[in-house]
């Protein structure tokens, strides 16, 4: 996964934001998206550094992982149609 983000040109820090997010997440939650498939999403107290009204938040489905930073009423949306699974 690693060496996929640096081949796109992300940082360094972002790399290691989103593993750290997989590894110590805030809260996870079980989605499903419009097509029924389900994933397992990572929510993180990561903040977006060009707009800080958004959190970044990890989304992990069989063996593919995608990151979007979010405003909070889109994660709101996210969990209370999700089941829970996990809150430090």
């Known amino acids: 996964m690693a060496k996929h983000f640096a081949k796109t040109g ?3 820090k972002y790399i290691d934001e989103v593993i750290d997010g997989i590894e110590n997440p805030k809260e996870i ?3 499903k998206d419009i097509n029924g498939a389900i994933s397992r999403c990572y929510f993180t107290d990561y903040l977006n550094p060009q707009k800080t009204s958004e959190r970044l938040c990890i989304f992990a ?3 593919i992982i995608t990151a979007y930073h ?3 009423d889109k994660i709101k ?3 209370e149609g999700g ?3 996990w809150k430090k």
Do not use: Q
Request: aromatic letters at 12%.
């Open 70 to 72: 979010m405003k909070k």
């Open 61 to 63: 489905r069989n063996d």
């Open 83 to 85: 089941r829970f699974i």
């Open 10 to 12: 992300l940082s360094e």
């Open 77 to 79: 949306k996210l969990k």
């Open 29 to 31: 939650y079980s989605t």
